[in-house]
Every structure is written in C-alpha cells, then in structure tokens.
C-alpha cells in the first residue's frame, strides 16, 4: 500500500497524528533530505525524493505489497508530489493524509481569508502574470527561479505596483519571517517562502 503524507509547512510538531501513525507503521519511507532527517529512529529502508521521479515511480511499483510512505511538504495535492503519484498509480492503489498547507499556516497567520483567494504555483512552471492580475486575490507557492522579487518586478512592468505582498518566509520554522510590502517596495531575496497578493489599498 503506498501512502502519501502530508507533513504541514515544517517540523513534526504540525503532522496530524495520522500522519505520524503511517509514518511509525512503514517499512519504507521517502522523502526530501530534510524530511528524512526528522525519522533518525526509522528503522526501514528509505529513498532520497529527487528529480528522478521515473525512477521513483518504479522503485515504488516494486515495493507495492508493502507499507511504503512518501513525505510531502504541505499538503500532498497542493502543487505537491501527491498529485503525481495519484495519477501514476491510482487512487485506489494510494492513500493520501493531507497536511497543512504553507498557504492555510501563512493566512491563519496573518488572518487573510480563504475564501475568495486563487491558487496558483510558480514552483516548475511558466507563470501568466496577465492572468494572474486579473485576480483579486491569489495564493502562489514560489521556487527559486520565480520568488517574490521576480514576481513583484512582473507586478510593476503590468502596473501593478501598489498591490500587497504578504511573504511568508521559511513558515513554521525557527526563523520564521513574513513581511508585508508593496510589489513597488520588494527588492530583498527571500528564503523558502509562499506569499499572497492582495489587491486592496
């Protein structure tokens, strides 16, 4: 049976106890580095989640009759690794925990509402900025090639300069940071980070 488990934005301490039961119940577990690091006492066999994601889907076929687990940061089917693995295998083969989100932890944080906000990743992929600022209010998940300077910068070339960004920056975390600034105003790099767009005064 392959379980996908959502680990929330950082650290054990935000995992569901589900989440944590699979974990404890596995006989093979994979996942980023430095969520392998936080399971020094899994006793099973474990396997680096990289960019081979053919040779992942294969490593895990063959382990099927047994209790494998995948960590994914967040939730898994939020731009996660979950999505994937769901549509390689099948619902029916996969069991998915779902986590907390960074977007979920960085609203109840600041206490943005959910409820009108548009999701959207620049985690792998071309972003539409001109799609994107149609949006009242949106929700991105950021990697290291597209982050909240190169996003802002997109704001001010479509005249968007004013609107606020609110960047969470390595959420949950001991150096936790979320800043709040105008697109015109952001220059500095940001650590891993998720941020929200709002386009109010």
Partial sequence: MLTVVGMGPAGLHLMTPVASRAVAEAEFLVGGKRHLAQFPDFC??????????????DWIERRLSHRVVVLASGDPLFYGIGTRLVAHFGIERVQVIPGISAVQYLCAKTGIDM???????????????????????????????????????????????????????????????????????????????????????
């Fill in 44 to 57: 099973g066999e474990t396997r680096e989640l990289d960019a081979d994601i053919p040779g992942l889907l």
């Fill in 115 to 201: 409820n009108d906000i548009w999701l959207t990743s620049s985690h792998g992929r071309t972003v539409d900025f001109d799609a994107l600022i149609r949006q009242h209010k949106v929700a991105m998940v950021t990697d290291k090639w597209c982050g909240p300077r190169e996003i802002a910068a997109e704001l001010n070339a479509r005249g968007a300069g004013q609107r606020w960004l609110v960047i969470g920056e390595n959420l949950a975390m001991e150096n936790e940071r979320i800043h709040r600034l105008r697109a015109c105003d952001v220059r500095a790099e940001y650590d891993m980070n998720v941020l929200v767009i709002l386009n109010e005064r």
